[in-house]
């Protein structure tokens, strides 16, 4: 594990950012609080370059974001948080985008269904679906990314499509994830040691997102939540988190689970960043540092994973 304190350039818009927090936290969000969430992600600014395309990928709608110089068949999936209720592909797009832009790999954003229109398992199918259309479209090097949600869905991906390799003619390379919530029964000792730190989240928060995403099924099933997953055989996976973060054991319990059964697994912790801090590009140093280190990670997943090249000796 790594531990990367606050610097002090980030100190004033960390304070900032949880004055303007506190009067918010622990307020439960439902369908109705999607269009704030979209807009307060579309805020990311968007990587110059990066062409957004609407497109339909395993029947999947969403969006493919585009790079100028995308490395040929490699492609990244991008599984977007939002607690399993909130959330779009669109909302998403600068964010992914500039991820994108740093692996430099075309990647696909799905418009996974959201709850509670669409319980479990729905996402999870949705992303199972994203993941094997872009094979279909002869895609040989993936990589895949979340955050939050989305980063507990990357790693339920992981252990699906890694469980029968069978079944798969191209498995994941490599994943990067933030704040991944990986347990939906909400038992890390986060919940109680960050409950005033966290600027954001309350155990009530997300137990209203779980009711409404699980409605009755088990929390502990491992496709709802990848810390009971079998993890043997999964790719490297870079996890980075929050200190602060009442999910910061997500992480922690997740990578050490990982780790005891074979996996690479880098995790960074960032001292005084709340959730998903990646997102406020320009706003953070540390989000940006995290990013570029995201990005470094994956591109170099895509590289190693690369056929190699033979090349007639000189004579």
């Given at each position: 594990?790594?531990?990367?304190?606050?610097?002090?350039e980030d100190?004033?818009a960390?304070?900032a950012?949880r004055q303007a927090?506190?009067a918010?936290?622990?307020e439960?969000?439902?369908?109705?609080a999607r269009?704030?969430?979209d807009?307060?992600?579309?805020?990311?600014?968007?990587?110059a370059?990066v062409?957004?395309?609407?497109?339909?990928v395993g029947?999947i709608?969403?969006?493919?974001l585009?790079?100028?110089?995308?490395r040929?068949g490699?492609?990244m999936?991008?599984?977007?948080g939002g607690?399993y209720?909130?959330?779009?592909?669109?909302g998403?797009a600068n964010f992914?985008?500039q991820?994108?832009?740093?692996v430099?790999a075309d990647t696909?954003?799905p418009?996974?269904?959201?709850a509670?229109?669409?319980?479990f398992?729905?996402a999870?199918?949705d992303?199972?679906?994203?993941?094997?259309g872009?094979?279909?479209?002869?895609?040989?090097r993936?990589?895949?990314?979340?955050?939050?949600?989305?980063?507990?869905?990357?790693?339920?991906l992981l252990?699906?499509?890694?469980?029968?390799?069978?079944k798969?003619t191209?498995q994941?390379?490599g994943a990067a994830?933030?704040s991944?919530?990986t347990?939906?029964a909400?038992?890390?000792?986060?919940?109680?040691?960050r409950?005033?730190a966290?600027p954001?989240f309350t155990?009530?928060?997300?137990q209203?997102?779980a009711d409404?995403?699980l409605q009755?099924?088990?929390?502990t099933?491992?496709?709802?939540?990848p810390l009971?997953?079998e993890?043997n055989?999964?790719?490297?996976?870079?996890?980075?988190?929050?200190?602060d973060e009442?999910l910061?054991?997500d992480?922690?319990?997740y990578?050490?689970r990982?780790?005891a059964a074979?996996v690479?697994v880098?995790?960074?912790?960032w001292?005084?960043m709340?959730?998903v801090f990646?997102s406020s590009?320009?706003?953070?140093?540390?989000?940006e540092q995290s990013?570029d280190a995201i990005?470094?990670?994956?591109?170099?997943?895509?590289?190693?994973?690369s056929?190699?090249i033979?090349t007639?000796s000189?004579v």
């Open positions: 594990m790594t531990t990367h304190p606050l610097s002090p100190a004033p960390v304070a950012m927090a506190s918010h936290k622990g439960k969000l439902g369908p109705e269009p704030m969430f807009a307060m992600l579309a805020a990311t600014p968007a990587s370059d062409r957004v395309e609407a497109a339909t029947g709608a969403g969006f493919w585009r790079v100028p110089t995308a040929p490699a492609r999936l991008y599984l977007h607690g209720v909130l959330g779009s592909a669109k998403l992914a985008g991820i994108a832009a740093r430099g696909f954003v418009d996974y269904r959201l509670p229109e669409h319980p398992p729905a999870i199918g992303a199972i679906a994203a993941y094997r872009l094979v279909a479209v002869g895609a040989e993936i990589v895949v990314v979340g955050d939050s949600a989305g980063g507990g869905l990357t790693l339920s252990s699906t499509i890694t469980a029968d390799k069978t798969e191209v994941p390379v994830v933030m991944p919530w347990d939906l909400l038992t890390g000792d986060s919940f109680e040691t409950a005033e966290d954001i155990r009530g928060v997300l209203g997102f409404m995403y009755g099924q088990d929390a099933n491992p496709k709802a939540s009971y997953a993890l055989s999964l790719p490297p996976i870079r996890i980075d988190v929050g200190d009442v910061l054991t992480s922690s319990r990578a050490d990982a780790r074979g690479e880098t995790l960074s912790v001292e005084g709340p959730h990646q590009i320009g706003r953070f140093l540390a989000a990013v990005g470094d990670f994956l591109r170099q997943r895509l590289i190693d994973a056929p190699s033979s007639p000189e």
